[in-house]
């Protein structure tokens, strides 16, 4: 045999010297970035459960080669995004970025115009590093008034037209308006439970697979 003729020390050497390396010609997976705030956090959440790690199971399950960089922080605003993006594109470059933001902008009282130029500026700034965009939406409870809610909304269609972006209208679409949406909160009522995790991941998961699928930039 080869390896034995050589002898443990060649082959040490031929390791040390990149011989036995993948091919040239091997690209490595694709990073996906989430960026978002509690709901892709995990808050309150045993870890794993969540819907970003359950994305890292429904990628494997589908043998779509992608790998998933949570950058995920509970609190966190469009401010907050914006300035946390750069060093993130720098260090995982991704070719795909998962915007998940705004929320607690409008639970905060933060102007609508802020967070809309905020979603915009990081969008634009994924674009420009090479990566797809993908805009997840959220929505008001009717008790902040229909015309805000309506502003609020529109606010993600109008950056996801303007940034060429992919938009999944509402994270907690078949949550959150429910006809008895508790069953699906934490105790707190603002955060989904285990349960409802799956139901979040359905509601990304076709706009996401069109883009791994090479659909919009």
Known sequence: MVLKAWG?????????????????GAAPAPVILVLGDSLSAEYGLKRGTGWVPLLER????????????????????S????SRLAPLLAQHKPQLVVIELGGNDALRGLPLDLTRANL??????????????????MQMPPNYGADYAERFAELYRQVAKSQQAALVPFLLQGIADD??????????RIHPNEQAQS?????????????????RR
């Open 8 to 24: 443990r020390r060649h082959f040490i050497a031929a390791l040390l010297g990149g011989w036995l390396a993948l091919p040239a």
């Open 58 to 77: 429904r990628l494997a399950a589908e043998k779509l080669a992608a790998r998933v960089v949570n950058a995920s922080i509970s609190g966190d605003t």
């Open 79 to 82: 401010s907050g995004g914006r």
């Open 120 to 137: 915009e500026q990081m969008a634009s700034a994924a674009r420009q590093a090479g990566a797809k965009v993908l805009l997840v939406g």
């Open 179 to 188: 006809p008895d949406p508790v069953r699906w909160f934490q105790p707190d």
């Open 199 to 215: 139901r979040m991941l359905d509601n990304v998961w076709p706009e996401l697979k069109k883009l791994l699928a090479g659909g």
